[in-house]
């Protein structure tokens, strides 16, 4: 099993910055890979961020590309996801994953374990 615990959430206003972290304990996970996903109300969760925690390689949701940037300190066996130029559609529960593969996927149907959430708010 692995537990995963987000923080760094919060109130921001439109154009300011957030970083959100993501702790895993449990199993080994340094050769699966980590996602940020996000869910606004009444919407369906959607993919925006993940990456390779055995190559470091990236993907991102081409709404957040050149704004938000993931990475990983694997000595920690922490994610984080810096967000930059926040937007109000940004507003949202943003949930961290690990998916059982190596490289990074979008796919939601890999990511086999859920962190509990943390509100992200960018008032405009």
């Known amino acids: 099993q692995v537990q995963l615990v987000e923080s760094g959430g919060g109130l921001v206003q439109a154009g300011g910055s957030l970083r959100l972290s993501c702790a895993a304990s449990?199993?080994?996970?340094?050769?699966?890979?980590m996602g940020w996903f996000r869910q606004a109300p009444g919407k369906d969760r959607e993919f925006v961020a993940t990456?390779?925690?055995?190559?470091?390689?990236?993907d991102y949701a081409d709404s957040v590309k050149d704004r938000f940037t993931i990475s990983r300190d694997n000595a920690k066996n922490t994610v984080y996801l810096q967000m930059n130029s926040l937007k109000p559609e940004d507003t949202a529960v943003y949930y961290c994953?690990?998916?059982?593969?190596?490289?990074?996927?979008?796919?939601?149907?890999?990511?086999?374990?859920w962190g509990q959430g943390t509100q992200v708010t960018v008032s405009s």
């Open positions: 994953a690990v998916a059982l593969t190596t490289a990074q996927t979008r796919e939601i149907k890999w990511y086999a374990y």
């Open positions: 449990g199993r080994t996970i340094n050769t699966y890979s």
């Open positions: 990456i390779s925690l055995s190559y470091g390689s990236t």
